[in-house]
């Protein structure tokens, strides 16, 4: 019975979570989004994504995606998403990109954050 009482509680915690980023998403502001999208990012929570974090997440998600997807994605697009978003966010140039930077680059550039065969992707133009 323990197991069970403790897999309700992973799942509510996890379901909630879901939720609330859900609502945010499809009812919050441009700056709740932004927000909400940046702390995805910041995967230890210091305030700042660094390439190695970023990395992660796109190595993550293009592996979820599989290399059998059409267009075939390259071994390289991972590491091409990463170094474009930090072009385009890490204003300074000092290899990590602030809340601050990353969402007045949002805000400047532009971004879009697509739902890639349900995989949330970046893209700045």
């Not at 499809?26 to 932004?34: V, W």
């Not at 230890?44 to 796109?58: P, R």
């Not at 990590?96 to 971004?111: A, H, R, Y």
Request: charged residues 25%.
């Amino acid at each position: 019975m323990l197991h069970v009482e403790r897999w309700r509680g992973i799942f509510s915690v996890f379901s909630q979570d879901f939720v609330i980023g859900l609502s945010i998403i499809l009812r919050g502001t441009i700056n709740d989004r932004l927000n909400w999208a940046f702390n995805l990012y910041d995967l230890n929570k210091d305030g700042c994504i660094t390439k190695e974090e970023m990395m992660d997440i796109m190595k993550s998600i293009y592996d979820m995606m599989g290399k059998y997807t059409y267009p075939c994605m390259q071994d390289e697009a991972p590491r091409e998403h990463v170094e474009s978003f930090f072009q385009k966010m890490d204003r300074n140039n000092d290899g990590v990109v602030t809340i601050d930077e990353f969402i007045e680059s949002c805000q400047k550039v532009g971004c879009v954050f697509l739902f890639k065969q349900g995989y949330l992707l970046t893209h700045c133009y």
